[in-house]
Structure formats: C-alpha cells, structure tokens
C-alpha cells in the first residue's frame, strides 16, 4: 500500500508573512495559520474553541504573492504536505523536531483588509506553478469585491 502524506487546513495567519530568498535567489515565505478545534466541555457543556497553530512554507512565485497580498489576519486555505526536521538547537542544549506544512497551493480566502465595495467573498489562488503575476491583481480576483455583470467580456 502507498503511503499519504496530505494537509488540508483553513485558518487565520498569525502574523506577516515572512519572505526570505535562498542562496540561489528562490524565494521562500513562511507563514503560521491558527486552526481552532471546536470542541464541548465536558463538566459544562460549553463549546470552546482552542486554536491550534502550524508553520506552513511556500516557494517561486506563489511564495512571492503570499508576500505581497497576505497580512496578519487574513483567512488562507492550505493545501500541502507534511515534513518533519531535526536541528541543533541554537543554545546548545541538544536536538529539536519540528513538522511544518510544504504547502502546495495557497488560497486567499474574504475580502482584502480595506478593500471597498462591501466585501464579495471572492478568492484568489495560488498555485505552485504560477507565473509571474502581474502588476496589480484585479480586485475581483483577490477578494476585494464582486464582479459586476458589465465587466464580463460576453
């Protein structure tokens, strides 16, 4: 039997992405989603929600615009994979183990922080393999408003 190793997550980013460039200049974002767990309290039947949190790292171009149009706050959909890594620690004091998410697609998820016209819950994804975007993605595409039947092209 084949082995799996799939990821699917929606959550919150915790924080600005943080992108970086590697010696051969591919460029490497990481970013951290929370996930809450919905869960009922058993001595009081109060539902709770406990977020769980997860280092998630994009490369190329897709890397590039998490960069430019994701912020703290924003809700992402992650589809990606498992991998698991051993260090030293920076101190001294012995090995550590971590698991991050190597996603391979990212979807921007709601509208843009500050973008106008209301909201329309549209998304932006994207794709590993996605080429160099262009100079400013329309705001229909990125979340920042529906798009109004005049603008179609038929």
């Not at 082995?3 to 997550?9: A, D, G, M, T």
């Not at 539902?47 to 994009?58: A, D, I, L, M, R």
């Not at 709601?110 to 590993?128: F, H, K, L, V, W």
């Amino acid at each position: 039997m084949a082995n799996i190793n799939r990821v699917i997550l929606v959550g919150n980013l915790t924080r600005d992405p943080e992108l970086r460039a590697t010696g051969s200049g591919l460029a490497v974002c990481t970013i951290r989603i929370a996930v809450n767990n919905r869960r009922k309290k058993g001595d009081t039947g109060e539902w709770v929600e406990e977020p769980n949190y997860f280092n998630v790292t994009t490369f190329g171009a897709q890397a590039e615009n998490i960069s430019r149009y994701l912020a703290k706050g924003r809700q992402v959909a992650v589809d990606g994979r498992l991998s698991w890594s051993e260090y030293e620690a920076k101190d001294g004091s012995g090995k550590r183990e971590r698991v991050e998410v190597i996603a391979d697609t990212v979807q921007f998820i709601g509208p843009r922080e500050g973008g106008g016209n209301g909201g329309g819950g549209g998304e932006y994804s994207a794709p590993a393999s996605t080429p160099e975007p262009a100079a400013d993605i329309p705001d229909a595409w990125a979340g920042g408003g529906a798009t109004q039947d005049d603008d179609i092209p038929f």
